[in-house]
C-alpha cells in the first residue's frame, strides 16, 4: 500500500506499508454489509511534511475529504441498484502499529526528521449506520492518522531545528571555502 505526496512535495511519499492483516467474517462477503473483525496496519512508514501552504497530510486530508463527500451527494440522487456501489464496512477494530514517523519542511530539503508516534487503535468503525463506504473509512483513518502526527509534531521546536539546519549549511560553505583556497594554493592560483 503506498500513498505519493501531492504536486509540491519534495519527499518520496507520504505513507507506505508492506503488512497489512485482515480478518473478515466471511459469512458477510456476499452481504450489502461486509463485517471486518480486525484491520492491523504494521510498521507504516510515514512522512509528514510542512510546506508554504500546510502538510502533505492536510492536502490529503481534503481529498480524502471531498472524495468522500462527493460519494455522499451521489448516494442521496441515486439509488444503490442504479449507481453499482460495492457494500458497506463494519470494522470492529482496525490498528496502526509501530509506525515509523518522519518530519520534514521545505527548509530541510527533502531531508526528514524521525519522530515518535503512539499506536492507533479505531473500534466500531460504521457499526452506528450499519456500514460506511470505502471512502468514509478512509477519511476516518486520515483523520485519526493527521491528528496523531500533528500531536507528535507539535512537540518539535522548528525555531530551532530550522537555527541548526542553517548552521551546518554555514559550517559546509566555510569547509568548501577553505577547501577550495587550500587547492587553488597547491596550485599558485
Known amino acids: 500500500m503506498f500513498i505519493g505526496n501531492p504536486k509540491g512535495f519534495k519527499t518520496n511519499h507520504a ?4 503488512t ?3 480478518v473478515v467474517d466471511r459469512g458477510t462477503l456476499a452481504s ?5 473483525k480486525e484491520i492491523t496496519i504494521d510498521a507504516p512508514d510515514i512522512i509528514y511534511e ?11 486530508q481534503k481529498n480524502v475529504a471531498e472524495a468522500a463527500n462527493d460519494k455522499g ?11 453499482g456501489e460495492g457494500p458497506k464496512l463494519v470494522i470492529d477494530n482496525l490498528y496502526i502499529r509501530n509506525a515509523k514517523v ?3 519542511a521545505s527548509f530541510l ?9 503512539p499506536d492507533i487503535h479505531l473500534k466500531d468503525i460504521g457499526k452506528e449506520k450499519k456500514g460506511a463506504s470505502p471512502a ?7 483523520d485519526k492518522l493527521t491528528g496523531s502526527i500533528t500531536g507528535a509534531v507539535a512537540g518539535i521546536n522548528m525555531d530551532a531545528i530550522k537555527k541548526q539546519t542553517e548552521a551546518i549549511t554555514e559550517g559546509a560553505k566555510g569547509a568548501l571555502e577553505d577547501v577550495t583556497k587550500g587547492i587553488k594554493g597547491l596550485f599558485g592560483k
Open 15 to 18: 505513507f507506505k506499508v508492506g
Open 20 to 22: 497489512v492483516r485482515v
Open 32 to 36: 450489502d454489509v461486509i463485517h471486518i
Open 50 to 60: 510542512k510546506g508554504k501552504g500546510g502538510s502533505n497530510f492536510d492536502v490529503i
Open 73 to 83: 451527494k451521489t448516494e442521496k440522487s441515486e439509488t444503490d441498484a442504479d449507481k
Open 102 to 104: 518522519a518530519f520534514s
Open 109 to 117: 530539503g527533502g531531508k526528514v526528521i524521525p519522530i515518535p508516534m
Open 136 to 142: 468514509d473509512v478512509a477519511k476516518k483513518v486520515i
